[in-house]
């Protein structure tokens, strides 16, 4: 008879014991996932700061030099599909706190911040005075340029190189505008051969060095 009056407490004993376990067991699981969650938040903001300067992405000009004139195109999905964002990650990109791509709705998360050079692209000209030579040396480096080419009367422009490389050639004669590409590695010197002489204002240059500056780019992950 005692045997069987102990049976029910050993059932409820046994399942207080069972939700202790239980209990145990979803505290230590929530607790090893809430130490992990930043962790991989680190990893995923790191890993996405680091594609967005690599010399492969979109919005650089070369590796840790983002091109101001393509940040604004930077969209969510891009951080998705061409960053490799993770699904169920939120993210928010900012250059010197200004906010340039978010995907998601980043509450919280982890932050990577990281020094890079902002390289923007302005416009000059320039009119060689042609007084002893017939070239001239842009001041700067430039991807690339417009030539303008309007000769006086009697002076024929035959062709144009830059340092060793003909970009342009015609025997009959040179005239208008026309765009050419350039090393944006190395000061670039151009030539010009002509029948006759060249004089202020038969060429113009329009060309786009760049101007740079330091800034930070912030990248925010929330997992």
Do not use: C, W
């Not at 939700?19 to 145990?24: A, L």
């Not at 060793?164 to 051969?193: A, C, H, K, P, W």
Request: no cysteine.
């Amino acid at each position: 008879m005692r045997a069987q009056t102990e049976l029910p407490a050993i059932g409820i004993a046994f399942l207080l014991l069972t939700v202790v376990v239980v209990f145990v067991v979803g505290a230590a699981n929530t607790a090893l996932t809430a130490a992990e969650r930043p962790a991989i938040e680190q990893q995923e903001a790191a890993g996405l700061s680091d594609q967005l300067v690599s010399q492969q992405a979109s919005i650089t000009s070369r590796a840790n030099v983002l091109d101001a004139a393509e940040l604004p195109a930077l969209t969510a999905s891009d951080l998705r599909q061409e960053y490799d964002l993770s699904p169920g990650h939120d993210a928010r990109v900012r250059l010197d706190g200004d906010p340039i791509a978010v995907a998601g709705d980043p509450t919280g998360g982890t932050t990577v911040d990281r020094l890079v050079v902002l390289e923007r692209r302005v416009e000059r000209t320039l009119q060689p005075a042609f007084t002893n030579n017939r070239s001239v040396t842009l001041p700067r480096r430039t991807p690339n340029a417009t030539l303008e080419i309007d000769p006086s009367a009697g002076t024929v422009v035959r062709s144009v190189r830059a340092d060793d490389r003909i970009l342009l050639r015609n025997q009959s004669g040179l005239r208008g505008e026309f765009d050419i590409s350039l090393s944006r590695y190395e000061t670039v010197r151009l030539s010009f051969e002509t029948a006759g002489v060249l004089s202020t204002g038969d060429v113009r240059i329009v060309y786009y060095p760049a101007k740079t500056r330091k800034a930070t780019l912030t990248v925010t992950v929330d997992a």
